[in-house]
């Protein structure tokens, strides 16, 4: 089992920016990706972003492409989600969650996805 801890939500205006950060810890060598999803009221998850530990393969949800922008920091096991020009639709509690697939077919998909952390918030208002 993985562990993962995320941080770095907040209040922010439109148009401003945040980063994420999903620290893992535990059997992290059993994990191929690592993916953020986010769920905002009343609505269902769904998929943001996701990045490969090894490959660096690095897939975004169309809504959120050109904006924001996933890396990862292998040696401290984190992954991190650089969010610019927030809009008040990204307004949600982000998710990391780790997988052992690769491919994108299986990757954007939550149920492909073993340890979840427990989310935090981010609320885009003026």
């Known amino acids: 089992q993985v562990q993962l801890v995320e941080s770095g939500g907040g209040l922010v205006q439109p148009g401003g920016s945040l980063r994420l950060s999903c620290a893992a810890s535990?059997?992290?060598?059993?994990?191929?990706?690592m993916g953020w999803f986010r769920q905002a009221p009343g609505k269902e998850r769904t998929f943001v972003s996701s990045?490969?530990?090894?490959?660096?393969?690095?897939y975004y949800a169309d809504s959120v492409k050109g904006r924001f922008l996933i890396s990862a920091d292998n040696a401290k096991n984190t992954v991190y989600l650089q969010m610019n020009s927030l809009k008040p639709e990204d307004t949600a509690v982000y998710y990391c969650?780790?997988?052992?697939?690769?491919?994108?077919?299986?990757?954007?998909?939550?149920?492909?996805?073993?340890?979840w952390g427990q989310g935090t918030r981010v609320t885009v208002s003026s």
């Open positions: 969650a780790t997988s052992e697939y690769i491919a994108e077919m299986y990757i954007t998909k939550g149920v492909n996805y073993d340890d």
């Open positions: 535990g059997r992290t060598f059993s994990t191929q990706t």
């Open positions: 990045i490969s530990w090894n490959a660096g393969y690095t």
